[in-house]
């Protein structure tokens, strides 16, 4: 099974600043990694897929980078909206599908 | 627009069993592949089940392997989660989600989400 960890656990941010959240698999996962979002008390949304291809309708500050390994998720510039927890999930070698632990994006 | 609605969670003792569903609509359903994804309270996202468009593929996660099973009627845009021997730690929302895939072919990423059924193995 791949693990994949997230970090940093927790990222505190002012809107307008910019995050870079990681995700690191136990093995190479190619560029067979999506990000997702989720808000209290919503399901996840689909952000990127295949490593950095952005999902219908998500807007450009969200990008996404890396392969094999090491992946980044980045917010150019943070909007109000964009506080919240996230999540990566590879699909590279399955069953299992897995996730990440998340990092959750905070208003500092 | 696409619409997935789950419904049959609810309170269970211990050992027993439950069935969940999962509507679809805005979607020609028959031709994705479905899974079942599930939160437990506070925690993080774990993936249970996936089912092909036309049902002759399914795959389990170790943890509910031999007793959930996982199903479809097409001619009812209805996935379904058979759950047996039901155990604390299954206690979770559980979500069904589409596949990104379509057709004969699956990816195992998912675009699309419903809102969950809360599914709680209490005594």
């Known amino acids: 099974e791949i693990v994949l960890t997230q970090s940093p656990a927790t990222l505190s941010l002012s809107p307008g600043e910019r995050a870079s959240l990681s995700c690191r698999a136990s093995q190479s996962v190619s560029n067979y990694l999506a990000w997702y979002q989720q808000k209290p008390g919503q399901a996840p949304r689909l952000l990127i897929y295949d490593a950095s291809n952005r999902a219908t309708g998500i807007p450009a500050r969200f990008s996404g980078s890396g392969s094999g390994t090491d992946f980044t998720l980045t917010i150019s510039s943070l909007e109000p909206e964009d506080f919240a927890v996230y999540y990566c999930?590879?699909?590279?070698?399955?069953?299992?599908?897995?996730f990440g632990g998340g990092t959750k994006v905070e208003i500092k | 627009q696409v619409q997935l609605v789950e419904s049959g969670g609810g309170v269970v003792q211990p050992g027993r069993s439950l069935r969940l569903s999962c509507a679809a609509s805005?979607?020609?359903?028959?031709?994705?592949?479905m899974h079942w994804v599930r939160q437990a309270p506070g925690k993080g996202l774990e993936w249970v089940a996936f089912i092909s468009y036309d049902g002759s593929n399914k795959y389990f996660a170790d943890s509910v392997k031999g007793r959930f099973t996982i199903s479809r009627d097409n001619s009812k845009n209805t996935l379904f989660l058979q759950m047996n021997s039901l155990r604390a730690e299954d206690t979770a929302l559980y979500y069904c989600?589409?596949?990104?895939?379509?057709?004969?072919?699956?990816?195992?990423?998912?675009?699309?989400w419903g809102q969950g059924t809360l599914v709680t193995v209490s005594s």
């Open positions: 999930q590879q699909r590279s070698h399955w069953p299992p599908l897995t």
């Open positions: 989600a589409k596949d990104y895939g379509s057709s004969s072919w699956y990816r195992g990423d998912f675009d699309y």
């Open positions: 805005g979607i020609t359903f028959s031709t994705y592949g």
